[in-house]
């Protein structure tokens, strides 16, 4: 069983639009067994749609294709779908008296260009439209059956949910279910998280497991199919749990839970409270810990030290500490740390202090260059990264509020050394 | 001249993970005068691959690939090329150089699958990587030249602009000139700026000019196409002094920049400093004006007070206040803001508190309620800002942020009533 989509239309290929319809078919197809191979994006072109409906007819069992179904001149994929079958059109009574209906529901005239969508290749059937104007096709060509639905997203998703899955499940092609399961890990690197998992990545395994790294968080995608939900779950169950086992200590979350879910997950399971103390990150890590709803019992706030000034009046760094070791530095990392744990009245104080760049680089304290604070009741401590120099400013600062944020979650579990 | 991309990753078409890569190729390869015609995104399969480039370097004057390029048993783009080049590996000494480098800086060991990387089809030559550690590939392949980027788009990006804009370029691929600027405004709704500009926006003007929103930024984006550079922009030219005529008080940047690069823009232009006190934003605002380089001078800090008792020891607001009126109320977003000032010694005093949901609404004061506080050496004032309820809390998070910001900015450019 193999699935293609064409997803067509001039705004795509020239960039003006992003498409969004793709990913949404190949999400709602695999979950009905039918995993997608290709897709392709064409511009509205007649040619090139006869050409990409031959090549995904021919090689493919279903091809789902995405726009072109409108009433104006750059709307191909009537045409296209007859001359690749080499069919002439027929006009649909049923479609025409839907189409003139939803005029008519709308008080407005019906334009004779709209006469058009109701044309349709010889041998093909019309698939309903319950929102919009534009009925589907569904047609045998060469050894696959082509579905044809609208581009307007809303209507898509309807016509696909109430003509489309159904037709797939009477026909046999909706196979097994296909269901996947994302564990994410802060902490170590892709290759370093493949190598030592190269058992659970080996192409074949089943179930399959990816891994993919996004702003330094590793994600392993865990994807099995089955003949039904349940069949499916068990068999990602016990690889998950290898996962865990393996690498308990670095998972931040699964699914979109990324480090800041991570920590304040372990805020509210320990009951504890954090404050924070930033300089290069800006209140980056504020930003992300509070857009995780229910964080208030643990957060009561922080404070963004971006001068120096600010260090010593707001969080009772001394001037001259500053003065003599440098506001970058582990000694006042230490104490932006545990001034903020005091001043705030928190459980944990966390502090970061680096150079994010572009300027500012020197060669004792280059760009990337950040130090880390850490207060609890049991002391502080200091933490060095090198993060730099060759990466942008954001990337600095998101990378020093994720190790920030992940080193606070390892210590509230008590898992620092 | 025709170019086509293949994007590869089985997230993508597993639905997974929605591709970016392709419109922004799209749109940058259409400013280089180079269309594109098919799109196609496989996932990591060896034979689709091989077959992808196959096809496409048959039909197609360029190749543009994204992804595949890591160091993991799942990334087969260099395989997959020479494959379909009929041609062996050979290793790049300057790519192994390149990435050996790159993990010394970061004080890690290079595991031994990075050494795939410098692994490139024999007579292709490397794109570098500015950013990360797998470079890119150029290489001619049947009709085609071949350009294999990264996946990750920080990379893509940096390497299309540095490496492969200048080759297409050089190599005449590059053919007329499309050009676009974007104009963008806050603080009116997407359909009050097209009232006010139907004369700008009417399909066949030239230059063409269409308007966007994007969390309440409204984009004017003007195109031009031209033998040269300097023939599309002296016809851009014209078109944007009528936008900053007709709309310049909205205006807050151009290309990327939103509201806090305007305010960044108007301390810098006036030399004055502002301090931040936020509550719902819970630190979102000194994020987004911390991204902006050369903020420093400007912003010495800012107190993130979630917790009320926050706001009474680090910005003076009388505990009693907040009893009485509530945390938000105007009466609290002026103290905050005076607070913030007098603390941090900055000449202006920005505060933001509100409701940013999902819980904590109530009749008198429903989420979405937001209050600002600005206080500057004319006094203090409030604005009172109705974001709800029925949006969710990142949303209002942004839109009270980007509403404190502007008003801001207004105030320093004295164009505040």
Known sequence: MRAELLIIG??????????TNGQWLCT?????????RFTTVIGDDLDDNIDAFKAASGRSDLVVSSGGLG????DLTRDALAKAGGVGMVQDDEALRMIEALFARRDRPMPDRNRTQALIPEGSEILHNPTGTAPGIWMRLDRAWVACLPGVPRELKAMFDAELAPRLRASGLAGRVVLGRTINLFGLGESEAEQRAPDLTAR???????ITASDATISFRIRAEGADEAEALALIGPTAEAIYERFGDFVV???????AEGLVAALKSTGKTIALAESCTGGLIAHRITRVDGVSPHFPGGVVSYANGVKSTLLDVPADLIASKGAVSPEVAEAMAEGARRR???DLGLAVTGVAGPAGGTPEKPVGLVYLGLADASGTRHRRLALGP??????????????????????????LP
């Open 10 to 19: 001039s705004e795509l290929t020239s960039g003006e639009k992003l498409d």
């Open 28 to 36: 709602r197809l695999a979950e009905l067994g039918v995993p997608v």
């Open 71 to 74: 009433p104006t001149q750059d």
């Open 204 to 210: 074949g395994r089943i179930p399959e497991v990816g």
């Open 253 to 259: 979350g699964e699914g979109t839970d990324d480090v």
């Open 344 to 346: 705030l009245g928190a």
């Open 390 to 415: 060759e990466q942008p400013r954001a990337v600095i600062q998101s990378r020093a509020s994720k190790h920030a944020m992940n080193w606070a979650r390892l210590a509230l579990l008590g898992k």
